[in-house]
């Protein structure tokens, strides 16, 4: 069983210029979070998808960023325009469902510099 | 108030040795469950294992256990025969069951090393 993809796996841009990230969860999993992790720190979840539908974004910064799951599979974070602080790494996981033992499941991440 | 408390930046063990990592978390939900994952360099979150509020016995899988002590809201990983692959991130987290069942609330994580 293939696990969840990401792209890119690098970024670097300057600041106020916009980026985008694609995350590709496993199989038949319904459930899809983005997680932002800062340098020493762990994960902050950015927002949470059921299915097609957002179920959880208040910790995404919306001014900035914004995210979407269009047809229920893949998703798109954006963030237009970018700051300094936004240099993390931005991990997208995914579960069967939402439920209490559902295992989250993470890509690889993709690691954002900001200039 | 921390939800999740990782009170270890760093730990080293020698290899072929146990050695426990520690998380204490705050809830007040009854429903909950703990998990831990371990982060290598290349970034990825790797689940380790899974401990539920409700569960009677500690959890276990393979070289992983967890040391639950509910009274004391604690959850300790304990790796036993370290390998010098073990050498990563490790961070707590934490699902809270009621509300929004998906989110995961992390701890900073502990860094361990294994020495040859």
């Known amino acids: 069983e293939a696990g969840v993809a990401q792209s890119p796996r690098y970024k670097i841009i300057e600041k106020r210029q916009s980026v985008a990230f694609w995350c590709n969860p496993i199989?038949?999993?319904?459930?899809l979070y983005w997680y932002q992790q800062i340098l020493g720190q762990g994960p902050k979840l950015l927002i949470q998808?059921?299915?097609?539908?957002?179920?959880?974004d208040s910790q995404l910064p919306k001014d900035r960023f914004s995210a979407e799951r269009l047809k229920g599979v893949d998703s798109t974070l954006k963030i237009q325009p970018a700051k300094l602080e936004d240099s993390a790494v931005y991990l997208c996981?995914?579960?069967?469902?939402?439920?209490?033992?559902?295992?989250?499941?993470f890509g690889p991440g993709t690691r954002l510099t900001v200039l | 108030a921390q939800k999740i408390t990782q009170t270890q930046p760093g730990m080293f063990v020698q290899e072929k040795e146990a050695v426990t990592l520690d998380c204490t978390y705050d809830?007040?939900?009854?429903?909950?469950?703990l998990f831990w994952y371990k982060q290598p360099s290349s970034g990825e979150m790797i689940f380790l294992i899974y401990?539920?509020?409700?569960?009677?016995q500690n959890a276990t899988e393979g070289r992983y256990s967890l040391n639950f002590q509910k009274a004391r809201k604690s959850a300790n990983l304990v790796i036993s025969a370290s390998q010098l692959g073990d050498s990563a991130m490790y961070f707590c987290?934490?699902?809270?069951?009621?509300?929004?069942?998906?989110?995961?609330?992390f701890g900073k994580g502990t860094k361990l090393s294994v020495k040859p």
């Open positions: 809830t007040s939900d009854p429903s909950y469950g």
């Open positions: 199989s038949g999993h319904a459930t």
């Open positions: 998808f059921q299915n097609n539908g957002v179920v959880d």
């Open positions: 401990q539920g509020s409700y569960d009677q």
């Open positions: 996981a995914s579960s069967r469902a939402s439920r209490l033992t559902d295992t989250q499941y």
């Open positions: 987290a934490m699902r809270e069951g009621g509300g929004s069942q998906g989110n995961l609330i």
